[in-house]
């Protein structure tokens, strides 16, 4: 009896502890040799967002597997779905899971991932010569360059067919009421002006981001700089409430479409694509991605204009783009450093952005040819306003989904222009009290 | 040899285990940390005593999402019960088909919450979705909504995938508690000349008390819960229209606003208890435990 007493308790013991055990931390190493320099058949763990990777090709997965060849080192992709990549990430670093390398956006946006504990300085490196003066920008945090950017920055703006515009004998709108014009027209002849993935929140985020180069431009000051340290507050612009209530009144009289609050991105393509709408707010190599799923359409030659609410004529590149970060205290930096020399290889790259169609309009190294987009190059065209950055990527704390959703039950009607605007700046608030010193 | 002495005395070891340091630890510490400034940008900790719960209850931003949390919650436990109820007394008599229509009703359960968001944020869409085609098809026109981008249809929409889903699994409930109904009960009935209604209220219903019981206090944890389905099918839109109180602490956590994040949570699993401890005492009470 009490050698079954005694065995059982020694069963129970054991099992929790194989249990618990099972839940400590790992090293997240997955190495076939450890320590030195110059590892053989070491495995970087490499953390993205889904759609950061292999976009319409699996080139990435391609540069790993060469990468593989050449030095017997691996690459272990740890992807998350786009809406949780943040999430994720930021749970990593905060138990001590950091990833190799990760990808962040850069500029302001990286901010929420503490550079000064976690990134690489990669300053040093050959590669950061050859960076596009953009890429250099805004690949540096406190003089550093800490990311090494594959990426292409552009702008937002509304993409149209010009033959469609043409056939009505419209041109190009350049405020609010020459747009009303535009879409009372096209829906006089049966067609919906603006095709309005609303269900997307980042999406409506996207279309105010656009007034922000107005913004600053009219401010006497640094806009974005003030902001950033809480000296004024959205509420405080004006044009941003007079961008939010011409997006409600276009909203109401049906240019974005009659059902916008449900219609998705992945949609878009279809929509555009059927000759039902006239246009739709996109990013410049959007179109290359249209006219590579129907080649009917003639994506390819449509043009985009600045969104001319409030009077806006900008052009508004994003201040931010994709980077690949490197953990400062992994055992496996000097790897990591080596893959990154391997990706800035000329060939490497360029393999690379021949497989990203979207991403060559401006790409991040300076000898790789531009192929701009004819959206793109009318964009700047007509935005007789000069140029400046989007809101988006500019603001600390600035969060899309926040944004999207304010704008939402502004078009709902269950929140006025400044309301928004004062809600987004009771959100900022809360992050700015919680790391109050 | 008695071996549920052996058992009693050390076999709960690993289950305490467990429990304590994948559930009670990480509560106890979230209760901790919701007395913090804990968020993405700050190295170190700031103790702000009950900053953060004093502005969940002095923002006007808060009410909506706890409505409708508890809309939600309320709606699918009386509806999920009443519908499953119905379901199990059909199917607890001789009907042709019965375990296939048991298992029909039961199946929607075993899906995923999010198959289930994705697909129902298809056929609510109001000119693509099927409902709206179907209203259109039978000359229903004028019934046809934007069912999840009205602000007045979209909770209740949301409700109704809720129910869809969860029925059966009520009904599973109610067909084992209809087991225990003697049936000599609704022939002495019968005799003494009751009709259906009161045989369900004088016979049926005190027999399957328990498994009411059982019903409510898991609809209403999970209604409480509830967060995949309505992120998947609405995300909280439009606007924050069908913001629940898990959506919003999923969107404080992605701003790195950890400890109101946390305070939230807090504020959620201080409820869960008070309607859990609240239920089973009512369990208790009308002899549940016995069964």
């Not at chain 1, 878009?268 to 359409?297: F, H, N, R």
């Not at chain 2, 929409?157 to 508690?177: T, Y």
């Not at chain 2, 109904?181 to 328990?210: H, R």
Request: net charge negative; aromatic share 14%; glycine share 8%.
């Amino acid at each position: 009896m009490k050698a079954n007493k005694a065995f059982c308790a020694v069963l129970s013991i054991l099992t929790a502890a194989g249990i618990l055990s099972s839940c400590g931390t790992s090293n997240g190493d997955g190495d076939t040799s450890q320590g030195g320099n110059n590892k053989k058949g070491v495995t970087l763990s490499y953390a993205a967002s889904r759609t950061w990777v292999n976009r319409n090709s699996t080139v990435d997965d391609e540069l790993n597997q060469k990468f593989t060849d050449e030095t017997g080192n691996q690459i272990d992709f740890q992807i998350s779905p786009d809406d949780q990549y943040a999430n994720v990430l930021q749970t990593k670093l905060s138990t001590g899971e950091v990833p190799d390398i990760f990808m962040t956006g850069s500029g302001v946006g990286a901010q929420i991932y503490k550079p000064d504990k976690y990134f690489a300085d990669l300053s040093d490196q050959e590669w950061v010569n050859r960076y596009a003066d953009y890429a250099k920008k805004i690949t540096q945090i406190d003089g550093k360059t800490v990311g090494f950017m594959t990426w292409c920055v552009d702008g937002y703006a509304i993409l149209y067919n010009p033959e469609t515009y043409a056939k009505y004998n419209l041109s190009v709108p350049t405020n609010y009421a020459e747009f009303e014009q535009v879409c009372k027209t096209l829906m006089d002849n049966g067609i919906t002006p603006v095709y309005e993935t609303g269900k997307e929140l980042w999406h409506w985020a996207a279309f105010f981001g656009q007034v922000g180069p107005l913004a600053c431009k009219n401010y006497d000051g640094d806009l974005y700089a003030d902001l950033n340290s809480n000296k004024v507050k959205f509420a405080d612009i004006p044009e941003l409430e007079e961008y939010l209530a011409d997006m409600k009144k276009a909203y109401d009289a049906g240019y974005l479409g009659e059902n916008s609050l449900s219609n998705t991105w992945d949609s878009a393509y279809e929509a555009m694509a059927s000759g039902k709408y006239a246009g739709i707010l996109v990013y410049e190599s959007w179109q290359t991605e249209l006219a590579e799923k129907y080649p009917d359409c003639g994506a390819e030659n449509w043009e985009m204009y600045p969104v001319p609410f409030a009077g806006n004529n900008m052009y508004s590149p994003s201040a931010s783009a994709i980077m690949r970060v490197a953990y400062k205290d992994s055992e496996r930096l000097d790897v990591v450093k080596e893959f990154f020399d391997f990706l800035a290889e000329p060939e490497n790259l360029q393999l690379y952005y021949d497989n990203n169609p979207a991403l060559q309009p401006n790409p991040s190294f300076s000898d790789i040819a531009a192929r701009p987009t004819k959206g793109g190059e009318t964009f700047v065209a007509n935005a007789a306003g000069g140029a400046g950055e989007d809101i988006n990527s500019s603001i600390l704390y600035w969060n899309d989904q926040l944004a999207g959703s304010g704008i939402q039950e502004m078009l709902m009607g269950t929140k006025t222009p400044i309301e928004v605007l004062q809600a987004l700046d009771a959100d900022r608030q809360k992050m700015f009290d919680a790391t109050e010193e | 040899m008695n071996y549920n002495k052996i058992y009693s005395k050390w076999f709960w070891v690993p289950a305490f285990a467990i429990f304590f340091i994948l559930f009670l630890l990480p509560s106890i510490l979230g209760v901790f940390f919701s007395f913090t400034n804990w968020n993405s940008m700050s190295e170190s900790l700031k103790w702000v005593g009950l900053e953060n719960y004093k502005k969940i209850f002095e923002s006007g931003s808060s009410i909506r999402p706890f409505a409708n949390t508890i809309f939600f919650a309320v709606m699918t436990s009386v509806l999920k019960g009443g519908f499953g109820l119905l379901l199990a007394l059909a199917l607890n008599r001789r009907v042709y088909g019965r375990n296939a229509l048991r298992t029909l009703f039961f199946l929607p359960m075993v899906l995923s919450n999010v198959i289930v968001g994705l697909v129902f944020q298809q056929i609510y869409h109001p000119t693509t979705g099927v409902l709206n085609q179907f209203l259109n098809l039978l000359g229903m026109g004028s019934l046809a909504h934007g069912w999840i981008i009205e602000p007045g249809l979209v909770m209740w929409s949301c409700v109704a995938v809720e129910v869809w889903k969860a029925s059966g699994f009520n009904m599973v409930i109610f067909l084992a508690g209809l087991q225990s109904v003697p049936t000599d009960l609704y022939e002495a009935c019968d005799m003494d000349g009751g009709s259906a209604w009161q045989k369900f209220i004088k016979v049926t219903l005190p027999f399957i008390m328990p498994s009411v019981v059982i019903n409510m206090l898991l609809n209403v944890i999970s209604g409480l819960k509830v967060f995949d389905v309505i992120y998947t099918l609405t995300n909280g839109g439009p606007g924050k229209m069908s913001e629940v109180v898990e959506i919003v602490i999923l969107n404080e956590f992605a701003i790195g606003n950890y400890g109101y994040g946390t305070a939230y949570s807090t504020l959620m699993f201080v409820v869960l208890i008070i309607i859990s401890v609240s239920v089973i005492k009512r369990y208790a009470a009308i002899g549940g435990d016995s069964v």
